[in-house]
């Protein structure tokens, strides 16, 4: 699975879009790029996918840049509840179930 | 669906001592695996198994035994607990699907003293 760059911390105002960046520069044709998100040292959940084309669910969006070497995931509406550490895992197709964690992007919301 | 459970929630060994991590998943999933996350740190893949009798090494497996007889069912062995092992341990199943994500379980508090 391709290595993951993320920015150790941002910061972002409640209401406004928090746009987190992933830097996968290796990733190969096979491989989506997953976003998890921890809040307070629970396990990790799910937050959004996407291979090459850009996504949208409930949570988040996800933009992939079109050589697919960045993607940045976006919370259009942030709130204090979205405070947490967020990791981008570029993960092949195979999915063995196997996930390797970069240290990720803690998301600190301020009122 | 209870999703992943993992039991205990928290526990304090002393060194040498043994002692076994439960993790079971009600969804069926082919694939399961443990991570263990120290503090300030991401999640690091111990040992994980992609179906009933199959198991295989992560990024950090010794101290550690798994195995895998049933499909709802991944315990996690500490043979002889060291101070090291002090963590907060994952465990994660996912279904043998292409382009699913894995489920969590709330996660085990271990204190090696």
């Known amino acids: 699975d391709a290595k993951t760059t993320q920015p150790p911390s941002m910061d972002c105002a409640e209401g406004r879009a928090a746009n987190l960046p992933c830097n996968h520069s290796?990733?190969?044709?096979?491989?989506?790029v997953y976003w998890y998100r921890q809040i307070h040292s629970q396990g990790p959940q799910y937050i959004i996918h996407?291979?090459?084309n850009n996504e949208t669910n409930e949570m988040a969006s996800l933009i992939i840049t079109e050589d697919r070497k960045s993607s940045t995931l976006i919370l259009p509406h942030a709130t204090l509840r979205d405070t947490a550490v967020y990791y981008c895992?570029?993960?092949?197709?195979?999915?063995?179930?196997?996930?390797?964690f970069g240290q990720g992007t803690t998301l600190q919301v301020k009122p | 669906n209870a999703g992943v459970t993992q039991t205990p929630k928290f526990q304090v060994l002393k060194t040498g001592q043994s002692m076994t991590l439960q993790c079971a998943q009600d969804?069926?999933?082919?694939?399961m695996s443990w991570y263990r996350q120290d503090p300030g740190m991401g999640l690091r893949l111990i040992h994980y198994?992609?179906?009933?009798?199959?198991?295989d090494q992560g990024e950090v497996p010794n101290g550690y035994n798994v195995s895998r007889s049933t499909t709802e069912d991944f315990p996690l062995r500490l043979l002889s607990a060291a101070p090291s092992q002090t963590s907060v341990y994952f465990c994660?199943?996912?279904?043998?699907?292409?382009?699913?994500?894995?489920?969590f379980g709330q996660g085990t508090r271990l204190t090696v003293v």
């Open positions: 994660a199943s996912t279904p043998r699907v292409m382009d699913t994500e894995a489920f």
């Open positions: 290796t990733i190969s044709g096979n491989e989506y």
């Open positions: 996407g291979l090459k």
């Open positions: 895992i570029a993960h092949g197709s195979s999915n063995t179930g196997k996930l390797i």
């Open positions: 969804m069926n999933h082919e694939y």
């Open positions: 198994s992609v179906g009933a009798g199959i198991t």
